[in-house]
């Protein structure tokens, strides 16, 4: 069974990094996307990047382009999500989830989902 386990989240000041490790351990397919979701208290959960197992193609949110950058590490089987320029809209719960073949901004194409992370941006 395929199993996530999210790590790295923290407490950061306004324009600050910080970096997330998204664990994957079991047995995907061959062709698999990785994405990060997050979901903000009393908002839904959105689409922040993805990834693609094979190739390495990946797409942003519009509001985290430039700042954040997802990448991969296939011999530890695991994805990570760079966060830069970090500011109070970016607090949030952080999940990875996967998906067999390809990428997609929609939670309900997901079937395997992480426990979340907690990402805290504060002065």
């Known amino acids: 069974q395929l199993q996530l386990v999210e790590s790295g989240g923290g407490l950061v000041q306004p324009g600050g990094s910080l970096r997330l490790s998204c664990a994957v351990s079991?047995?995907?397919?061959?062709?698999?996307?990785i994405a990060w979701f997050r979901q903000a208290p009393g908002k839904e959960r959105e689409g922040v990047s993805c990834?693609?197992?094979?190739?390495?193609?990946?797409n942003y949110a519009d509001s985290v382009k430039g700042r954040f950058t997802i990448s991969k590490d296939n011999a530890k089987n695991t994805v990570y999500l760079q966060m830069n320029s970090l500011n109070s809209e970016d607090t949030a719960t952080y999940y990875c989830?996967?998906?067999?073949?390809?990428?997609?901004?929609?939670?309900?194409?997901?079937?395997?989902w992480g426990q979340g992370t907690q990402v805290t941006v504060s002065s």
């Open positions: 990834i693609l197992s094979t190739g390495g193609s990946t």
């Open positions: 989830a996967q998906r067999n073949y390809y990428c997609s901004k929609y939670r309900a194409d997901f079937s395997t």
């Open positions: 079991g047995k995907p397919t061959k062709n698999y996307a």
